[in-house]
């Protein structure tokens, strides 16, 4: 290394190298940061295609990259800073539901206060309650209109959830037509189950936005909804 000075004086020559020799290099100079101590010329002699400037120093090299990384860190905050205002607005929209749900005298008040809430605050348009029939104890005295037949449930927790306690994704057409009442403005949804052992029925939430719930989306929120609604609903029918 002693001519290193003289060399970059002189006119540069393109060498091809083998990929082990770039290894070798590459291993050097992270072994040796001082390397570019020593010959701080290097800095400025050695120069990187660029797809606009033609070629660009290695500083510049390094001053754009961290730029780079500045600008992702910055859109990364961002992302999560609304993200925390988004939660904190589903936040308190759920802490408000907890406590009027607390307040309904049926199964039905319970469905439109969902309908009502997410319509209204989340922008959900379509929110239900359906009970599996076959833990009814008084067929009689619970609201038809929020029954699943053991068959419908089946198909719901094997085919729909694929035995999961939570779903989410695109609806299916069968789904629109279960779960749905056939609406034709819901592409996306999500299924949770109810009860402890989630046998008691599901709760359902649909999106016309068929992105909207996808796999991989937080949902917590929702879950621990339906842990309560399973806890409220033995005020309202007779469970076997």
């Not at 607005?89 to 802490?95: A, C, D, N, Q």
């Not at 922008?123 to 699943?148: G, H, Q, S, T």
């Not at 992105?211 to 991989?216: A, P, T």
Request: some cysteine.
């Amino acid at each position: 290394m002693d001519g290193m000075n003289s060399d970059f004086s002189k006119s540069r020559k393109k060498h091809v190298l083998k990929q082990s020799d770039e290894k070798h290099i590459l291993e050097y100079l992270i072994a040796n940061p001082q390397f570019f101590i020593r010959y701080p010329e290097a800095l400025d002699k050695i120069e990187l295609p660029h797809p606009v400037k033609g070629t660009i120093s290695l500083l510049e090299a390094q001053q754009k990259r961290l730029k780079d990384m500045v600008k992702m860190l910055t859109d990364e905050m961002n992302h999560w800073s609304e993200n925390a205002s988004c939660n904190e607005g589903i936040f308190r929209t759920f802490l408000s539901l907890y406590t009027d749900l607390y307040q309904c005298k049926s199964v039905h008040e319970m469905v439109k206060l969902l309908n009502d809430s997410c319509r209204d605050y989340l922008f959900v348009p379509y929110a239900r309650i359906w009970l599996n029939e076959e833990r009814i104890d008084d067929l009689m005295k619970c609201d038809e209109r929020y029954l699943l037949s053991l068959d419908d449930f089946s198909i719901v927790c094997e085919n729909f959830m694929q035995n999961e306690l939570c779903n989410l994704g695109k609806i299916q057409e069968l789904e629109r037509k279960i779960l749905f009442e056939n609406s034709d403005l819901i592409y996306s949804r999500v299924l949770i189950r109810l009860g402890e052992s989630g046998d008691l029925g599901v709760l359902v939430f649909g999106h016309a936005d068929a992105s909207h719930y996808h796999k991989g989306l937080e949902c917590s929120f929702i879950q621990h909804l339906a842990s309560y609604i399973s806890l409220l609903l033995p005020r309202f029918v007779k469970l076997k």
